[in-house]
Antibody
Framework: EEQLVESGGGLVQPGGSLRLSCAAS????????THWVRQAPGKGLMWVSR????????SYADSVKGRFTISRDNAKNTVYLQINSLTAEDTAVYYC????????????WGQGTAVTVSS | QSALTQPASVSGSPGQSITISCTGA?????????VSWYQQHPGKVPKLLIF???NRPSGVSNRFSGSKSGNTASLTISGLQAEDEADYYC??????????FGTGTKVTVL
């Protein structure tokens, strides 16, 4: 079964950091891009970041640029999202998604990992 | 990177057709044929319905169809069913090499 599994979320104080992971299985991970998307409680979806198959050409939403860093380790079939200088506005469920090459969309989503920023 | 504009809610009776609009700009929706649509049931993970404006992934019902005119994309649900009650989001590539979601539309089946 093709799947993505996120981990690394939790409760963190304002100004703190977390590293989220997205582990892939059931498909050739290095053939696909990976996106991160978040959804604040009761709110809509927000695209966060994208990394290409080879780890090049990183892309970020303006609201997270400079605070979030996406990376990947194809040997471990895993993408990471380092999130720093967290504020309450970053409280959300963070999903990773498998990006289809040349299609500018993503088809498989993980179940998400919840990040709560609170003192 | 302002969110694409969608109506907050759309409703219809079973069997009817409804259309959800998604309005952007020439730098996103209007500039590329890279508009997708996702369906999200409460408490569930979003599901891809349409990509590249009008293409359906394998397994998605042909009751869902997409189109685009200028800076506005549209999702039409034909033969509305109770199971279609969900939130729907459009999604587009942008000229900044980033992506943007729509504001989301809640579909209610009367």
């Amino acid at each position: 079964e093709e799947q993505l599994v996120e981990s690394g979320g939790g409760l963190v104080q304002p100004g703190g950091s977390l590293r989220l992971s997205c582990a892939a299985s059931g498909f050739t991970f290095s053939d696909y891009l990976t996106h991160w998307v978040r959804q604040a409680p009761g709110k809509g979806l927000m695209w966060v970041s994208r990394i290409r198959e080879d780890g090049g050409t990183l892309s970020y939403a303006d609201s997270v640029k400079g605070r979030f860093t996406i990376s990947r380790d194809n040997a471990k079939n895993t993408v990471y999202l380092q999130i720093n200088s967290l504020t309450a506005e970053d409280t959300a469920v963070y999903y990773c998604g498998r990006g289809l090459p040349h299609k500018y969309t993503f088809d498989i989503w993980g179940q998400g990992t919840a990040v709560t920023v609170s003192s | 990177q302002s969110a694409l504009t969608q109506p907050a809610s759309v409703s219809g009776s079973p069997g009817q057709s409804i259309t959800i609009s998604c309005t952007g700009a020439s730098s996103d929706v209007g500039g590329y044929n890279y508009v997708s649509w996702y369906q999200q049931h409460p408490g569930k993970v979003p599901k891809l319905l349409i990509f590249e404006v009008s293409n359906r992934p394998s397994g998605v019902s042909n009751r869902f169809s997409g189109s685009k005119s200028g800076n506005t994309a549209s999702l039409t649900i034909s033969g509305l069913q109770a199971e279609d009650e969900a939130d729907y989001y459009c999604f587009s590539y942008t000229s900044s090499s980033t992506y943007v979601f729509g504001t989301g539309t809640k579909v209610t089946v009367l």
